[in-house]
């Protein structure tokens, strides 16, 4: 049941042309929850408490407070020779701003 309860959790990673065609597997506690590639947007609604988020060796971690929501965006950043994959959490307003986009 979504509501004040629980806790919900967007991840998303913007559609952009570096990396496009890669896609990765999402891990919550270690188990995998779902895969993202680009321009995805999941979202999950989990009880509180502590959860990691993770893709590759990029790792999040989260302290779940009941009736919040938290974003995280995933994105590969140009590097010299290969894009490198993050993970990061960020604003409500900077997340709904890039997911009008």
């Known amino acids: 049941p979504i509501g004040k309860e629980t806790v919900t959790v967007h991840i998303y990673r913007p ?6 065609a890669w896609v990765f597997n999402l891990k919550l506690d270690g188990e995998k929850c779902g895969r993202i590639k680009n321009g995805d947007h999941l979202v999950f609604e989990l009880e509180p408490g502590k959860a990691t988020f993770s893709i590759k060796k990029k790792k999040v ?41």
């Open 61 to 101: 971690e989260l302290n779940l407070e009941k009736g919040k929501t938290y974003y995280l965006r995933s994105f590969i950043s140009a590097g010299v020779y290969i894009g490198s994959l993050d993970l990061v959490e960020v604003t409500e307003s900077f997340a709904l701003r890039e997911l009008e986009e």
């Open 15 to 20: 559609k952009k042309l570096v990396g496009f």
